[in-house]
């Protein structure tokens, strides 16, 4: 493989003829058990006293408001179950939480005095207090945030989310979710051409067989969507690629050297960049083809469907790790070298290997 890629021109697209692989990936089941009834005296009551009200001085507007928000928040979230695009972080998508606080007392708030109650509200990207309102009252349809006696604090905690890369982006770029229609969903690792022929003109994404290749129960041609099917993404309309080759995983005993799948993508649907979020918008890199051989302590980085953009070092050469794959199925995978990944210092990854 070279992870190389030319431009569009000179690539082969897939088969149209293949590829339109559908259905769930996961199939909600009815619990089959019943479970019986305590008896009856077995319940125990709890000796603890009613705590506190801890928003019994915050005044009635300000409260209303916070529901308004809440609720419209709420009604927000039902876009989850359908495949997220990046325009869900603007707007009143840039907003990620409210709540009551205490004005902050160094001029970022709406009147908002020191130690006096105000609706804090956290949003994904830096906003004034002035843009955050106008986002509450037009987006949101919160007319009562309005008023310049609303005291409000606007807190910057960037995206909140425990799987930052599951959205529907095009091109696709590495870093994202992605699976082989039948898998919950996995990430995009890099773009790849073969060495020979007919493989040199096939761009194609790079990834594990069990994210791509459903653990060896695909065959060539299956429908590969991104993002995921466990994050949204559906064949045929969402797909990027088709399943190209893999290495079988052996389940039975032997010595696994890569968990490692390709899938012949549409060269207009993926780019070779990879991504990282920042602030909620995408931000994008490339890294080098060379290959690179492992060294104690090098510093190493990827970008992940679940963790994002991280990066450690790495602390031993030739691992030999028990991998689990569900089902009772553990392998033994051998690595040429193992990395302790840690959380990102925020360094943008010029220099970082993937």
Not at 32 to 57: C, I, R, Y
Request: proline fraction near 7%; charged fraction near 20%.
């Amino acid at each position: 493989m070279n992870g190389e890629p030319r431009g569009s021109e000179g690539f082969q697209e897939p088969p149209a003829d293949v590829g339109r692989g559908a259905g769930p990936a996961h199939i909600d089941e009815e619990a089959a058990e019943q479970f019986a009834v305590p008896g009856e005296g077995a319940a125990e009551v709890a000796a603890v006293s009613e705590p506190p009200d801890a928003l019994a001085g915050v005044g009635m507007e300000l409260l209303e408001i916070k529901r308004a928000i809440e609720e419209r928040m709420r009604q927000d979230v039902t876009q989850a179950a359908a495949v997220r695009s990046l325009d869900a972080f603007r707007d009143a998508g840039n907003i990620q939480g409210v709540a009551i606080g205490l004005g902050d007392g160094l001029g970022l708030g709406s009147a908002a005095e020191p130690g006096a109650p105000a609706l804090t509200v956290y949003v994904a990207e830096p906003s004034s207090v002035d843009q955050v309102k106008a986002v509450v009252v037009d987006s949101m349809g919160v007319r009562a945030a309005a008023s310049d006696s609303v005291p409000m604090n606007v807190v910057v905690t960037g995206l909140i989310d425990a799987q930052p890369h599951r959205f529907r982006i095009r091109p696709a770029p590495g870093g994202v979710s992605v699976a082989h229609f039948r898998v919950t969903a996995g990430t995009i690792g890099c773009l790849a051409i073969g060495r020979t022929a007919p493989r040199n003109t096939r761009l194609m994404i790079l990834s594990n067989n069990h994210v791509l290749a459903n653990s060896n129960s695909a065959v060539f041609g299956d429908c590969i969507c991104q993002p995921g099917p466990f994050d949204g993404g559906r064949c045929p309309q969402d797909q990027i690629a088709i399943l190209e080759r893999f290495v079988p995983i052996n389940f039975a005993g032997g010595v696994n050297f890569v968990d490692c799948a390709t899938g012949w993508a549409w060269p207009d649907r993926v780019r070779r960049e990879l991504v990282y979020l920042s602030g909620g918008n995408p931000a994008f890199f490339r890294i080098s083809s060379a290959p690179v051989a492992p060294v104690l302590g090098m510093l190493v980085g990827k970008s992940g469907r679940t963790t994002q953009l991280t990066q450690g070092r790495s602390t031993g050469i030739g691992a030999t790790i028990r991998v689990n794959y569900g089902g009772g199925r553990v392998v033994a995978v051998r690595w040429r070298w193992r990395v302790d990944v840690c959380e990102p210092d925020h360094a943008r990854p010029s220099g970082t290997r993937h």
